[in-house]
């Protein structure tokens, strides 16, 4: 199994969660 593969999925189900939630953290990341 790759880490990168399980970074993936773990990201996609973040984005489906709340996509909104993900901007603001992005927002703050930049």
């Known amino acids: 199994t ?3 593969n ?3 999925e773990e990201s ?3 984005k489906h ?3 909104k939630l ?3 953290i992005t927002s703050e990341v930049i």
């Open 2 to 4: 790759e880490p990168s």
């Open 12 to 14: 996609g189900g973040a």
């Open 17 to 19: 969660i709340d996509p």
């Open 22 to 24: 993900i901007e603001m």
């Open 6 to 8: 399980n970074k993936l």
